[in-house]
T-cell receptor
């Protein structure tokens, strides 16, 4: 039981390049989330998916797209990376057992130069 | 609107108790959570409390909830250097599948 896994762990991009961050969970959770974490800003929700086939914007969706590929997988795409997207990205999933308590992946550290 | 606030930093000596505080604004919170983030890692759920409870104890951790003042605290007894981490308070609201997180409190435990 791996929990929430994310790939890659580290990535360096040049401005304007694109990439997709991958996330998968094996806990049969319905809901999945993407956050970014920046110093002094805490966690900010980018997008979430309350169930397979649905996605919704969070607090900071601009510059990102998501795909809920199936119940297990939720990917985050940067179409044209900008230095402001340098951050640590976390994927999480939740059940509704305890009010949607969330389980986090180990994070992807992304640097855009 | 929703807002969860925490102090940014706490420093204690090993063996002392630590108390991390959190305030929230939405009275319709259903569950409140404490998460721990160690350096270079994701957030890990430490404990939670249902909104109709006042207190929850789990080994060295004690969670106190004051609904009237919308105040949540996490007490760590006999704090160890391994407890050094960032602690996040979070709330869930009835009918919503998202959590609102505070900005986190960095706990530094010195020997």
């Amino acid at each position: 039981n791996a929990g929430v896994t994310q790939t890659p762990k580290f990535q360096v991009l040049k401005t304007g390049q694109s990439m997709t961050l991958q996330c998968a969970q094996d806990m049969n959770h319905n809901s999945m989330y993407w956050y970014r974490q920046d110093p002094g800003m805490g966690l900010r929700l980018i997008y979430y998916s309350a169930s397979e086939g649905t996605t919704d914007k969070g607090e900071v969706p601009n510059g990102y797209n998501v795909s809920r590929l199936n119940k297990r997988e939720f990917s985050l795409r940067l179409e044209s990376a900008a230095p402001s997207q340098t951050s640590v990205y976390f994927c999480a999933s939740s059940s509704d057992r305890l009010g949607y308590e969330q389980y986090f992946g180990p994070g992807t550290r992304l640097t855009v130069t | 609107g929703e807002d969860v606030e925490q102090s940014l930093f706490l420093s204690v000596r090993e063996g002392d108790s630590s108390v991390i505080n959190c305030t929230y604004t939405d009275s319709s919170s259903t569950y409140l959570y404490w998460y721990k983030q160690e350096p270079g890692a994701g957030l890990q759920l430490l404990t939670y409390i249902f909104s109709n409870m006042d207190m929850k104890q789990d080994q060295r951790l004690t969670v106190l909830l004051n609904k009237k003042d919308k105040h949540l605290s996490l007490r760590i007894a006999d704090t160890q250097t391994g407890d050094s981490a960032i602690y996040f308070c979070a709330e869930s609201l009835s009918g919503y599948s998202t959590l609102t997180f505070g900005k986190g409190t960095m706990l530094l435990v010195s020997p």
